[in-house]
């Protein structure tokens, strides 16, 4: 009998060496160290580069650094058996990166926010004397700007420049103005600088505005702009004023409305959500006051349903107007309203229009207008399908297919969609979709085997995540009936099989070379059982690596 069963354990050895070279044999499809540290250094370089080129908003840097070290994490860790499949994830990477950079705010438009402080006075001077000209430059974007360069716009018509000219070329250089987030932090961060002109003899009376050329750098690239104050000149009597003075005084001395900066309450607006807004303006003016003041906001019109006009943000109390009675000089005041995003909007940013009317004690309905842009997104939605199990229950050891698919039910695209499993009961690696567009279908396809016994319900947590395009990860959970048991051999079932010299079997001896015989078709039909396993994983890996190339190729053309 014992000498029975170490032939039957010798079988079964030459039956796992097999197995193990079968194996093996598959983990050579499987991409080895040297290419993942390639992938990797060319995604570092990449992300270098763009960081070097580019002066990034620190919100979006962020995000980016947030989606660059998860990419860094799973090409280290994720189990790709092609390079094919590691060279379409860091494409997949990159183009996450160039998303986010996309939204980084333009340095061009900087230029648009280079801006005269309203702390500075309008300064007087008489004719013949010296007078000290400053400006006091302040920076409301997103960037530094570098190596600026002020000069005078001069002109020998002394109805345009009140000053006499004494050299060709008068300019002046600032190192760099910082960025403000708001108001009062550029003020705080702002530049000044000045020029000691004389006052022509002949100078009119009048108020004269002075031209200025700004030139300078930001994030590498060149650009310009003009800024324009005003001095009081006091000329002789003889000389007379300018003509057409009075006008010009009344128009410059009236106040301006701006907006200072806005912000949305919850802060994410989503399509077909309610939001409370808040726009921030400011009468600019240290002098004047403004009364009657009408705020009206104009949304402009979209949404992806063609028969309708309406705007993309409507109030929810049915009036986008708004009224106070008054600003006082220098003054800021709130605009609250309510309002609720069309449902069929596209992801990206609107324009909401700020038309102001107002009046001063030397003019009526005066105006201004002001644009804020509000991002908007739509909230990601996903589905799965029937999931389907082969078999529902297996033995410790053994495996088990699991196939579902995943629907993007919602308008917005899902990144880096994947699948794991959480269960004490089995062993998985991770399934890896890609990124899915709205309305298009991924295909799960697991392998499961079985590590330990059941001791609940039998049900495994199949986890899907996917992330947005600024790096956010979701959470989806799935339960999947699968019950695992332990598969015992008692020795009872041993000692009742027929060995060589047993008289009790059906009352017979067994021959001696019956029991070898029979022992040797037993230890045979085993090793094919387990050949046959085999193949079918070799199979089915393959058909998993297959399907994941042709949507990652997909996703490429995309």
């Not at 003016?285 to 009408?294: C, F, P």
């Not at 990144?415 to 567009?437: D, F, H, P, Q, R």
Request: hydrophobic share 40%.
């Amino acid at each position: 009998m014992k000498k029975s069963f170490k032939k039957f354990r010798k079988v079964l050895a030459i039956a796992a060496c097999i197995t193990t070279m079968l194996m093996n044999s598959i983990m050579v499809l499987a991409i080895d160290d040297s290419t993942r540290h390639r992938a990797k250094d060319e995604l570092n370089q990449y992300y270098t580069e763009m960081k070097y080129i580019n002066e990034i908003d620190e919100d979006i840097k962020k995000k980016m650094d947030k989606v660059y070290e998860k990419a860094m994490t799973f090409m280290t860790e994720a189990d790709f058996d092609e390079e094919s499949e590691i060279q379409a994830y860091l494409e997949t990477a990159k183009g996450n990166l160039d998303r986010l950079l996309s939204k980084n705010p333009s340095a061009g438009s900087t230029s648009n926010f280079i801006m005269l402080s309203n702390e500075m006075p309008v300064i007087t001077a008489s004719y013949g004397e010296d007078t000290f000209v400053v400006l006091s430059l302040m920076n409301l974007g997103v960037a530094t700007v570098q190596d600026v360069v002020v000069t005078p716009v001069v002109s020998t018509d002394v109805k345009e420049y009140p000053f006499e000219i004494k050299q060709a070329y008068d300019a002046q250089y600032i190192e760099g103005i910082a960025p403000g987030s708001d108001l009062d932090d550029a003020n705080a961060k702002r530049m000044d600088i000045g020029w000691m002109m004389t006052v022509r003899e002949d100078a009119l009376t009048g108020c004269y505005p002075l031209h200025f050329n700004v030139q300078y750098y930001v994030a590498g690239e060149y650009a310009s702009t003009e800024v324009t104050t005003y001095i009081n000149i006091m000329g002789n009597e003889k000389n007379g004023t300018l003509a057409g003075d009075k006008e010009e005084e009344e128009k410059q001395s009236n106040p301006r409305i701006i907006v200072t900066g806005f912000k949305t309450e919850p802060e994410t607006v989503y399509a077909g959500s309610v939001f409370d807004l808040t726009v921030s303006v400011q009468n600019t003016s240290a002098e004047t006051e403004v009364k009657n003041v009408l705020f009206q906001l104009e949304a402009v019109a979209g949404g992806n349903d063609s028969t309708s006009t309406s705007a993309v943000f409507l109030p929810t109390s049915g009036s986008s107007a708004i009224y106070t009675g008054k600003i006082a000089p220098g003054e800021s005041y709130d605009i609250k309203l309510q309002m609720e995003a069309k449902s069929d909007l596209a992801q990206k940013p609107y324009v909401l229009t700020i038309n102001t009317k107002y009046d001063t004690e030397n003019a009526i309905n005066l105006t201004d207008v002001a644009n804020v842009s509000i991002p908007v997104k739509q909230e990601a939605k996903m589905d799965v399908g029937t999931a389907e199990i082969m078999p529902g229950s297996i033995a410790v050891g053994e495996q088990s297919n699991v196939m579902f698919s995943i629907f993007n039910t919602g308008k917005t695209t899902l990144y880096n969609v994947k699948v794991i499993y959480e269960s004490e009961t089995v062993e998985s690696g991770m399934t890896y979709i890609g990124n899915l567009a709205p309305g298009a279908t991924g295909n799960v396809d697991s392998m499961l085997t079985g590590i330990a016994p059941d001791m609940g319900d039998g049900t495994v947590l199949a986890v899907v995540t996917y992330e947005d395009e600024a790096g956010n990860e979701t959470r989806y959970e799935v339960p999947i009936a699968l019950l695992v048991y332990e598969d015992y051999m008692e020795e009872e079932v041993w000692n009742d099989y027929p060995m060589e010299g047993d008289m009790s079997y059906m009352g017979e001896e067994v021959p001696a070379e019956s029991g070898n015989a029979g022992v040797f078709i037993i230890v045979g039909i085993v090793a094919v059982i387990v050949i046959i396993i085999v193949v079918v994983i070799v199979v089915k890996k393959k058909k998993a690596a297959k399907q994941r190339k042709e949507e990652l190729d997909l996703l490429d053309e995309d």
